[in-house]
């Protein structure tokens, strides 16, 4: 994959294959194209070169065909994205309904099930801007899983939250994890990339540095800019 801003390169012979259920980490410090490569993912940004395969069909080369990708990837934002004018539970269902043809009625079962998994269910017919940080994320995460995605993406989810409200979220993005979704999850979130990544990627200036297990990187990362990564966080 080659992606550049004005003439700049981002990425540049840019490669990495995801299995059905991995669930990677992507790990780095900011500027290094983390997000860039999820948004490329989700063609919310154009690649000059390379493909994006999914099931070994390209996601990028029809541009027509965006609509119709998308509702095979989940993509969560660390500013919730959700439509003020809605209700949560409208929010939720509006994919499902809209995109996927699927009769109303039982997209709002669904939701409300989900909402009662999440300790939501008395929040379906606020507003978000009645609901916490915690709250609206966990909304948005579900609005994803509504979807059925074949894979999961995750940017900073818990970014924009205060302090007590991010383990709320990361316990939702665990139980996928455990329920074998495959999930790539931007985050600087080093105690929760260890315990639920199957695999760390570490970046720097748009490259891959390390590719590895989770153990292997706390304890025994192989390059020296990781090293240095993980002591400027006073991991190790």
Known sequence: MVKAYD????????????EKGDVIAVLGPSGCGKSTMLRCINGLEKIQGGDILLNGESVVKEE????????KIGMVF????????MTVLDNLTLGPVKAKGEDK?????????????????DKAQ???????????????????????????????????LDPEMVQEVLSLVGELAKEGKTMLIVTHEMEFARKVANRILFMEEGHIIEDTGP??????????RSRRFL??????
């Open 231 to 236: 002591e400027g966080l006073h991991y190790n």
């Open 64 to 71: 027509k065909d965006m609509p119709g990708v998308r509702k």
């Open 126 to 160: 606020s507003f978000p801007r009645n609901l916490s940080g915690g709250q609206q994320q966990r909304v948005a995460i579900l609005r994803a899983m509504l979807m059925d995605p074949e894979i999961f993406l995750f940017d900073e989810v818990t970014a924009a």
């Open 7 to 18: 003439g700049a390169p981002i990425f540049s012979g840019f490669s990495l294959n995801v």
């Open 215 to 224: 153990e292997e990187f706390f304890e025994h990362p192989t390059t020296e």
């Open 78 to 85: 660390q500013s919730y994205e959700l439509f003020g004018h």
């Open 105 to 121: 009625a039982e997209a709002e079962k669904r939701a409300l099930a989900l909402l009662d998994r999440v300790g939501l269910k």
